[in-house]
């Protein structure tokens, strides 16, 4: 990040991309002047520029800070009709589920049926597609409650639906260090979606060290585990469930950066004595694969 001294506004974001192949790539976000409405500053032009040459030029023509938007102009065309649901709810077994797919193909929501109420593992990128998760979570098992949600992590893409749950009266296992940011997630709503997300207050279940057993009816139950010392965040939780002897986790492993330290680091917990004996792996960023599959990837 380049700041200009004098004023201490940003004038430049670079970005350095190694390729031992064609050689490091660069990329250069250049902000130019500036346009100011209602009090916040915008830069009135940005220049890209890639290896040195520029790629693109984008300039601020009109400018409105948090304009009154018409839901009238996001209504569906008369004459036309839902596409219907091309991933839909899948059963991997003993409770299990999955949905793939969601937030344009870039994630997978798992939800557990522990019998008398439902848990899901991570709130999606947001309300938008946490609702359609509760949408198909009902169209599998009904109105079963769902009683629990699991947060790995309090990155966006996996807490930023979290409002849709805590409305439903839903439980948020989580660590007490993300307490605050989630409760902020949980009272803001997009503009767009004409719903009001004041006045939740999340019930929190925190994780502290020890797992923490969530169990429901005719034996179901699921175990949240903290682990820490991990890169990507710390701490992180992941879910396993006996039943179906699978092992959810988020961000941890996934299928577009598979070989990252985390990934060899959960292995690594995996094969310590008094570990979750997990024979599937489940994840929000990979496809489902057996545990012999992991073990071999993340060595």
């Not at 915008?42 to 009109?62: A, D, N």
């Not at 839901?71 to 709810?89: E, H, I, K, N, Q």
């Not at 179906?244 to 094969?271: E, H, K, M, Q, V």
């Given at each position: 990040l380049h700041i200009a001294r004098a004023d201490k506004r940003l004038r430049?974001?670079?970005?350095?991309?190694?390729?031992?192949?064609?050689?490091?790539d660069s990329v250069t976000y250049d902000f130019e002047d500036e346009v100011v409405a209602a009090g916040?500053?915008?830069?009135?032009?940005?220049?890209?520029?890639?290896?040195?040459?520029?790629?693109?030029i984008s300039r601020t023509v009109e400018?409105?800070?948090?304009?009154?938007?018409?839901?009238?102009?996001?209504?569906?065309?008369?004459?036309?009709?839902?596409?219907?649901?091309?991933?839909?709810?899948?059963?991997?077994g003993n409770g299990l589920y999955e949905?793939?797919?969601t937030d344009n193909g870039e994630w997978y929501a798992q939800f557990l049926d522990l019998g008398d109420?439902?848990?899901?593992?991570?709130?999606?990128?947001?309300?938008?597609?946490?609702?359609?998760?509760?949408?198909?979570?009902?169209?599998?098992l009904g109105a079963k409650p769902i009683k629990y949600v699991v947060l790995s992590h309090a990155h966006d893409d996996h807490v930023a639906g979290i409002g849709?749950?805590?409305?439903?009266?839903?439980?948020?296992?989580?660590?007490?260090?993300?307490?605050?940011?989630?409760t902020r997630y949980a009272n803001v709503s997009s503009r767009l979606d004409g719903v009001s997300a004041r006045g939740r207050t999340p019930e929190f279940v925190f994780l502290d060290t020890a797992p923490i057993d969530i169990r429901g009816t005719n034996g179901r139950s699921v175990t949240v585990y903290r682990l820490n010392g991990l890169d990507h965040v710390r701490p992180m939780l992941v879910a396993y469930y006996p039943p179906a002897r699978t092992l959810l986790d988020a961000d941890i492993y996934?299928?577009?950066?598979?070989?990252?330290?985390?990934?060899?680091r959960l292995?690594?917990?995996?094969?310590?004595?008094?570990?979750?004996?997990a024979e599937w792996i489940a994840g929000t960023h990979h496809r489902m694969l057996s545990a012999r599959e992991f073990q071999a990837k993340a060595a």
């Amino acid at each position: 990040l380049h700041i200009a001294r004098a004023d201490k506004r940003l004038r430049r974001v670079e970005v350095f991309i190694p390729d031992p192949l064609r050689g490091d790539d660069s990329v250069t976000y250049d902000f130019e002047d500036e346009v100011v409405a209602a009090g916040v500053s915008f830069p009135k032009t940005i220049v890209l520029r890639r290896r040195g040459g520029v790629f693109t030029i984008s300039r601020t023509v009109e400018l409105e800070v948090n304009p009154a938007l018409d839901a009238a102009a996001f209504a569906m065309p008369a004459g036309l009709t839902p596409l219907p649901d091309p991933y839909p709810a899948r059963a991997i077994g003993n409770g299990l589920y999955e949905i793939g797919q969601t937030d344009n193909g870039e994630w997978y929501a798992q939800f557990l049926d522990l019998g008398d109420a439902v848990a899901v593992f991570d709130a999606t990128l947001s309300e938008e597609d946490a609702t359609d998760v509760v949408r198909q979570i009902k169209a599998t098992l009904g109105a079963k409650p769902i009683k629990y949600v699991v947060l790995s992590h309090a990155h966006d893409d996996h807490v930023a639906g979290i409002g849709v749950y805590v409305a439903l009266g839903a439980k948020v296992v989580t660590t007490r260090e993300n307490a605050a940011l989630v409760t902020r997630y949980a009272n803001v709503s997009s503009r767009l979606d004409g719903v009001s997300a004041r006045g939740r207050t999340p019930e929190f279940v925190f994780l502290d060290t020890a797992p923490i057993d969530i169990r429901g009816t005719n034996g179901r139950s699921v175990t949240v585990y903290r682990l820490n010392g991990l890169d990507h965040v710390r701490p992180m939780l992941v879910a396993y469930y006996p039943p179906a002897r699978t092992l959810l986790d988020a961000d941890i492993y996934s299928d577009t950066a598979p070989f990252g330290d985390d990934a060899g680091r959960l292995a690594a917990w995996l094969r310590r004595q008094g570990a979750p004996p997990a024979e599937w792996i489940a994840g929000t960023h990979h496809r489902m694969l057996s545990a012999r599959e992991f073990q071999a990837k993340a060595a």
